[in-house]
């Protein structure tokens, strides 16, 4: 073998050792890694500050916590979807509301809404919905406030309650809520500091979630019961899956203030359908409000995203709230719920992709055409509304007497429940398309049936022949 045959053995050996060797490198520091990585698994959190049943706080949570706490404070975020989220507009603060920014004003956008909501708070402001960081400074210096006394009730889905209704029942969950509940606003305000926190939906020593608001707890027992199920217990008989949907069910939901003390008082008593509930309301005689300018007695949907989601096919699939709202997402060896709650639309590839394996811009694409079918449909139903409550006002101006406008104001009651129950939900139709869809064409035929009610009663031209009235 000549001189040069052995300097090129001898570089492909070197060459071939050193690659070797990087290899090897390599591979224990990937072996390393992955052994940290498991290390740090084991461990989900490291404990710096002491948490007790007490800490309502979410920055001492935080402590504990700072991946989750990083994205609750994000909450702050005002960002708009095609049909949803809010622009950040500015305001200039005052003594009285020390708010820098607000969001648009829903019955600006649509002044029908005043119109649908004559003589109620919710027709002097109505603004667009925005993150949970917000949901008690919102709350509490809405315009609202100064149309009608609200009660304490109010703060059960807008601040952290957990320990304040503790505190008023000295211990017990249930009186401290029902005395919160028959207290003035201003007064029951003064007993919390935050919006909603750690401790509303986990226990401070395992981190399990459970549910704290009695009126879910109750709630969810009259529904079991009216279901065949007795004794139900929501922190004892529901799975972990359950509970990653009940604890946004605690706010996220339809309710009514019961009796003259105010008790918050979920209407499931025969199931959770909008029928459902409306017959509750006429069971109970419960009404809201009497329309200012018909004279029915009317009823004001809330936010019943949780009984929509439970008639839609993520509900059915069991697919919780938070697997689209707060999804799993990896934060180096640890896997955690995102803390930044809001629209699926906004993080397509962890909220949807999971389980549809379509581009994010198709999945964006059909969530759009649901949204936008539901919206048009929505403002036919909106129209037929008018022109009931247009005909109602009409008839009484004519002389009609409350027995010849009692039908006519009926169906304006259901038309207009079954209308602001999808209204008021905040997924512009996508937590259950057919049934949205069901429930506002059930709306514009309540209406259309209020118009001709009424159409005997209606003044009409010189010579005109009057119509065969309707029975």
């Given amino acids: ?69 990083d994205d609750y404070k994000r909450t702050v975020d005002q960002v708009r979807t ?49 993150g949970h960081a917000y949901m008690l400074s919102d709350q509490t210096f809405t315009d609202r406030q100064k ?51 750690c401790i509303d939906c986990h226990d401070p020593q395992t981190m399990a979630l459970r549910v704290t608001r009695p009126a879910f707890m109750e709630g969810m027992r009259n529904l079991k019961a009216s279901q065949g199920v007795k004794d139900y217990d929501v922190n004892r008989d529901a799975t972990r899956q359950e509970m990653r949907s009940y604890v946004c069910g605690q706010c996220h939901v339809e309710y009514y203030f019961k009796g003259p003390e105010k008790k918050l008082t979920f209407p499931w008593h025969n199931g959770q359908k909008v029928e459902q509930i409306l017959a509750y309301y006429d069971q109970q005689g419960f009404k809201d409000w009497t329309h200012k300018e018909t004279g029915a007695p009317t009823l004001k949907a809330q936010h019943p995203e949780f009984e929509m989601w439970s008639q839609g096919i993520h509900a059915r699939s069991g697919v919780a709230c938070a697997d689209c709202h707060m999804p799993y997402k990896r934060e180096g060896a640890h896997k955690i719920s995102s803390h930044h709650v809001r629209s699926p639309l906004l993080d397509i590839n962890r909220s949807c992709q999971t389980c549809h394996k379509w581009s994010e811009q198709e999945l964006k694409d059909r969530v759009e055409t649901i949204q936008t079918r539901f919206h048009n449909l929505r403002n036919v139903a909106m129209d037929a509304l008018m022109d009931l409550i247009d005909d109602l006002k009409a008839a009484q101006a004519a002389g009609a007497t409350d027995d010849q406008l009692k039908a006519g104001r009926e169906f304006q009651r259901k038309a207009q429940f079954f209308f602001d129950f999808v209204e008021a939900e905040n997924s512009t139709g996508f937590h259950a398309p057919d049934e949205a869809a069901r429930i506002l064409g059930e709306s514009i035929d309540f209406s259309r049936k209020g118009q001709k009610a009424v159409r005997d009663l209606l003044p009409r031209p010189a010579g005109a022949t009057p119509t065969a009235s309707v029975p």
Avoid at 119 to 130: H, I, N, S, W
Avoid at 166 to 179: H, P, R, S, T
């Fill in 147 to 197: 149309v009608v006394k609200q009660p304490g009730a109010c703060l059960n889905c807008h601040a952290s309650m957990y320990t304040a209704y503790k505190k008023a029942g000295d211990g017990d969950l249930v009186k401290g809520f029902e005395k919160i509940c028959a207290m003035p606003y201003a007064e029951a305000a003064k007993l919390v500091e935050h919006p909603v926190s």
């Fill in 82 to 130: 095609r049909y949803g989220g809010s622009d950040a507009l500015p305001r200039t603060p005052t003594a009285a509301d020390p708010r820098s920014t607000v969001t648009q004003s829903k019955i600006e956008e649509d002044p029908r809404l005043k119109k649908m909501w004559a003589g109620y708070a919710f027709a002097a402001d109505f603004r667009e919905e925005r």
């Fill in 1 to 69: 073998m000549n001189s040069s045959s052995r300097r090129g053995s001898v570089t492909r050996f070197l060459l071939a050792a050193v690659l070797a060797a990087l290899a090897a490198v390599g591979g224990l520091a990937l072996l390393m890694n992955i052994f940290e990585r498991k290390q740090e698994a084991k461990v989900p959190f490291f404990k710096v500050v002491e948490i007790t049943d007490d800490t309502s706080d979410p920055a001492v949570w935080g402590k504990n916590f700072p991946l989750q706490y």
